[in-house]
């Protein structure tokens, strides 16, 4: 199926550990993106990649390290997790320059114990 | 900057209408969105419209776009269960890049 798969779609963890999520589209797109979306379910862009290079980079801590080996992957690793890192993680992905809004995963739930 | 600000929170009765307001601050918006959210699911796509046109309208759903008062809504025509939901309006300068607002949980009740 043409999609965005993302992996795990829970993941709990204690804090201070170190974790990855991956996400993975089959949509041809170039651009992919993290989004978080905490517990207000506020939605707030943390990445952009487009053909593996970052382009969009808001205020995130330096423990968030995103990574695009290929334009069809983009993963995020987090280091030292703390409790305020609990989210839902979404990964989309789009065409550069293209109107027609994105193609989002269903989401990655992130609890730190 | 980028503000979108929504109300939290609108109930309405099977078979009504629902509208579901949008505010927001940067004038450079080209496209604006319309997402939904069902409980445990990403954001689907349900209607775009941009910054040139006043109204969309794409079957039970009608986009109408204030320029002037940076307001945007979503009108639902005969609302069902199947609804039930969070709508997020979203703008995007350059398309590279959407801002969400804070979202509109949707009940339809019987």
């Known amino acids: 199926d043409t999609a965005v798969s993302q992996t795990p779609k829970y993941l709990v963890t204690q804090m201070g550990n170190d974790k990855s999520i991956k996400c993975e589209q089959n949509?041809?797109?170039?651009?992919m993106y993290w989004y978080k979306q905490d517990s207000k379910k506020f939605l707030k862009i943390m990445f952009s990649?487009?053909?593996?290079?970052?382009?969009i980079n808001e205020t995130v801590p330096n423990r968030f390290s995103p990574k695009s080996p290929d334009k069809a992957h983009l993963n995020l690793h987090i280091n030292s997790l703390e409790l305020g890192d609990s989210a839902v993680y979404f990964c989309?992905?789009?065409?550069?320059?293209?109107?027609?809004?994105?193609?989002f995963g269903s989401g990655t739930r992130l609890t730190v114990v | 900057g980028e503000d979108v600000e929504q109300s939290l929170f609108l109930s309405v009765r099977e078979g009504d209408s629902s509208v579901i307001n949008c505010t927001y601050t940067?004038?450079?918006?080209?496209?604006l969105y319309w997402y939904k959210q069902e409980p445990g699911a990403g954001l689907q796509l349900l209607t775009y419209i941009f910054s040139n046109m006043d109204m969309k309208q794409d079957q039970r759903l009608t986009v109408l776009l204030n320029k002037k008062d940076k307001h945007l809504s979503l009108r639902i025509a005969d609302t069902q269960t199947g609804d039930s939901a969070i709508y997020f309006c979203?703008?995007?300068?350059?398309?590279?890049?959407?801002?969400f607002g804070t979202g509109t949980r949707l009940q339809v009740t019987l």
């Open positions: 940067d004038s450079s918006s080209t496209y």
């Open positions: 949509l041809g797109h170039d651009t």
């Open positions: 979203a703008e995007s300068p350059t398309a590279s890049k959407l801002t």
């Open positions: 989309a992905s789009s065409f550069q320059g293209q109107h027609y809004g994105y193609t």
């Open positions: 990649y487009n053909n593996k290079e970052l382009i």
